[in-house]
């Protein structure tokens, strides 16, 4: 089992609608990372969330540390969103390791 | 937020060869920088952690004598794989720590590699 467990692996969504992905880890953190990363491969830290929710644009994140989950929402989806989305858990005492997800790949159709 | 650049973008070299990969954050110190590495369609592996001014930190299972880790000052980290074969083809991505949060990573965007 992965400590840190994504869902869904895939989603494919029509412009506009809401989206959610899920993260549930099984180790003890402070915070957690959400990161994009776009084809092509660069990756872009969107959230480092200790704590109830945090919003940046269409983008919002929540997490829940005594239930062990955080989900990432998407306002008013659009293509430019297309990415595979991961999230990641900081261990070990200086926090430089992370447990990666396996990353959701989000396909945004016009 | 803060910017983390790496150069080149994308490198093809001959196997045998060596490959020197720049990692800067642009408008922050980054006291510690992290090198990973990604297999197409897999995580990101974390290959070594490496604090400004003291030899890096290697992963269990990452040769230090092939990938070369020098973090000469608080905005620029390089890697350099030596000797470079087809096996080490990948996607290698930095990560520097530092600025206004200190626990907040920010990634650079990635150089792939691909040796002939």
């Known amino acids: 089992k992965n400590e840190v467990e994504q869902s869904p692996q895939n989603l494919t969504a029509q412009e506009g609608e809401f989206i959610t992905i899920n993260c549930s880890y099984s180790v003890g953190i402070s915070a957690l990372h959400w990161l994009q990363q776009h084809p092509g491969g660069g990756i872009v830290s969107l959230f480092m969330?200790?704590?109830g929710k945090k919003k940046h644009g269409r983008l919002i994140a929540t997490i829940n540390i005594q239930e062990k989950h955080s989900s990432l929402h998407i306002t008013a989806s659009h293509p430019r969103d297309s990415a595979v989305y991961i999230c990641a858990a900081p261990w070990g005492n200086t926090g430089n390791q992370f447990y990666f997800g396996t990353g959701t790949s989000l396909t945004v159709i016009p | 937020g803060a910017v983390v650049s790496q150069h080149p973008s994308r490198v093809i070299c001959k196997s045998g060869t060596s490959v020197k990969i720049e990692c800067r954050s642009l408008?922050?110190?980054?006291?510690?920088m992290f090198w990973y590495r990604q297999f197409p369609k897999q995580s990101l592996m974390l290959m070594a952690t490496s604090n400004e001014g003291s030899k890096a930190t290697y992963e269990q299972g990452v040769e230090k004598d092939k990938f070369l880790i020098n973090h000469a000052s608080l905005t620029l980290s390089t890697l350099t794989v030596t000797s470079a074969h087809p096996e080490d083809s990948s996607f290698y991505i930095c990560?520097?720590?530092?600025?206004?949060?200190?626990?907040?990573?920010?990634f650079g965007p990635g150089t792939r590699l691909t040796v002939l």
């Open positions: 408008d922050f110190q980054a006291t510690t």
């Open positions: 969330l200790s704590s």
């Open positions: 990560s520097a720590r530092g600025g206004d949060d200190y626990n907040e990573q920010f």
